[in-house]
DNA sequence: AATGAATGAGTATTCATTCAT
DNA sequence: TATGAATGAATACTCATTCAT
């Protein structure tokens, strides 16, 4: 055999790529990446050093540890999430654009794509056993609560938190997806009542 | 001294434990605890076989694969939810009644034990990637309906159940849980006004 | 889950067939096919019990082990080789007949079905590390010159027989296949100088 | 005594041997006298670890999976038997030496060492099988072929290749071993009448 | 600062064989 | 007599992490 053919067999290196700055940076997207592909229990430090192209030794040069990495990746997730949802609060100005402000993030943010969800559900199953990822879970909650909190009492603001949740989940595993309409209809009959009533 | 006796004598190794019809079964009981304490991903065939004290060729002995097992035991832990909240809305003769079955379900059956939520958290983030186990998924959401039925039309049943959802996930992974009270609240905010409306 | 479902996911059980005179029989046909398939190494009891959908606990009341199962299957094999090339030999009158019938063998015996090639590979290869199945080979051999002695010298037919043995090999290994008409000419080459001083 | 001076007293465990840059090479040679101890069967991974003295998580951090080391022993194999060839082939004068060289690659090459022979049963067997390992094969005929072919024509080149085939598996597998002079005998027989026409 | 080499613990799964029924 | 249940040893392979360079 001749070493051009052994070649073929073992991986090629494409690298020497020293100097990287934002490497750690990309990593930490790239394993968010990972997670929404394969789990978290998929997220390997090999299988995401892959995705990234770089060398493995290069993992734990960068991050201490798995758990250290999954903590960034999904503060990560988190607030693009609850930033995302804050502007979309932010920009309505009267309570009805704030209830279809809600209907949007839920059916434009979460029930269009199957990641963002998936990522979701990771996290709801970490957080349950690790407390430090448990803290990430309870912020997006709080940030969420607090983007409402701009158009709803505090107490209806968590309320409307877990309907929204509810209708993100049921939505997203049920047979047939819930539409728009379906999902519109489910917010309007929990705040119409709550607008009479609403935070001046 | 026999050599019989000298066995006798020797602390019991559990071994010759030829005979266990119900092995399978209690497999799958294990597999869930396991499955709760460890999530699935800690869910090995040699951690289950420790648990279970039984041998780990006997795992691959009563189940195909892994995935086998996991289908089994989710299957179990729907089924048991499932009916213990038919049980709870059966049982309710008025409107009042059921609503009251469904503030109850969700504090008794989920808020109080972690367990259960934990179990409902893996459910989630594997039936995102298998399409076997979403499968499972599916039918505890239709089953948890039909169970709703027996009160509510088809739609506010879809409705009440995508927020009985998100209350259960709120409830147990926010900084302060939900007390019963506030799911009271909640709960009648939602369905008093399809009260007035009622399936006849 | 409903019992009909999880049957599904559970090897269905055929069975309960208790009479079954010639199941031995059939099971050493079947391992020679197991063998083809997927070789020795690949020829185990469940494969085997699977594939003559037989259960396993009868493949060890049949044979004591692989070892005697593996033995039986090859002499099967050698015998029915052996028989079909001694017909060619006894059926030849003269000797361009059988010289024609050596080329007939070759090309009609082994070169057209890989899975007698693959059979006598694997008997090599085990052959040459299991004394027991060494003598299989050993007898294959002597039925094979035997055949040959119908028309040639105890000589010459040891060579013919090791150039035959050479010609499959080549045949079936190479990178195009030999033709009926490479394999004749090859054959004449060597024994067109053995007839002119041919056993009288 | 401290820790350290009772490690020093301990039996030498072999560890801590971090450095071995050329232990890829070394676990290929391993592999190939473990195949031929024990057949292609019995190359797993653990036995070709311990033969070689080195952890069992190091195959399979230089191998990606075991076909890849069948496929660069077998290929080792392959090339060293091709070029030992060549050799004898290159070193030839007249026809008469080349004659004499195909002999003596016969039997000093083949029949001498079992050793070479399992190896090549083995890769027979395997070849006929997986598709990567038949283009060792296919690449050890086109070479043997091209070494015949400073003596022969090529037409002759695969007659006589497929001859020296058949003779090592006769004269290696047979009840008593072919002699040198059977050998000569018969690669006289074929190759005689050849050189009166041979290639110019 | 960065990484290729290395490794021990662990993974699902397969297996020949045993044995109580 | 025949077999389903059982099991310990073995298999290929993956992994997070360590460490010498």
Redesign the interface.
């Known amino acids: 055999?001749t070493p051009s053919q052994?070649a073929a067999?073992?991986?090629t290196k494409t690298r020497n790529r020293r100097f990287d700055p934002e490497r750690r940076d990309r990593l930490i997207d790239t394993a968010l990446n990972v997670i929404a592909a394969?789990?978290?229990?998929g997220a390997t430090h090999r299988e995401i050093a892959r995705e990234a192209d770089v060398p493995l030794g290069s993992m734990t040069y960068h991050f201490a540890n798995m758990d250290e990495l999954l903590y960034l990746a999904f503060s990560r997730f988190v607030e693009t999430c609850a930033a995302r949802f804050d502007v979309r609060m932010q920009q309505s100005q009267t309570p009805e654009q704030a209830q279809e402000a809600v209907v949007q993030g839920i059916v434009k943010d979460y029930l269009g794509t199957?990641e963002e969800?998936?990522l979701a559900?990771?996290l709801?199953?970490?957080?349950?056993?690790k407390p430090l990822l448990?803290e990430i879970?309870?912020q997006w909650?709080?940030a969420s609560q607090h983007s409402l909190q701009r158009h709803f009492t505090a107490?209806d603001a968590?309320?409307i938190?877990?309907?929204?949740?509810?209708?993100i989940?049921?939505?997203?595993?049920?047979?047939e997806p819930?539409t728009e309409g379906?999902v519109r209809?489910?917010v309007h009959?929990?705040t119409d009542?709550?607008l009479l009533q609403r935070k001046q």
């Not at 394969?38 to 229990?41: C, D, E, L, R």
Request: aromatic letters at 6%.
């Open positions: 055999m052994l067999t073992t991986p394969k789990g978290v229990a199957s969800m998936i559900y990771e709801y199953a970490v957080a349950a056993r448990r879970m309870q909650m709080e107490d968590r309320i938190d877990a309907f929204i949740e509810g209708l989940v049921h939505g997203s595993l049920a047979v819930m379906e209809a489910a009959r929990l009542p709550l």
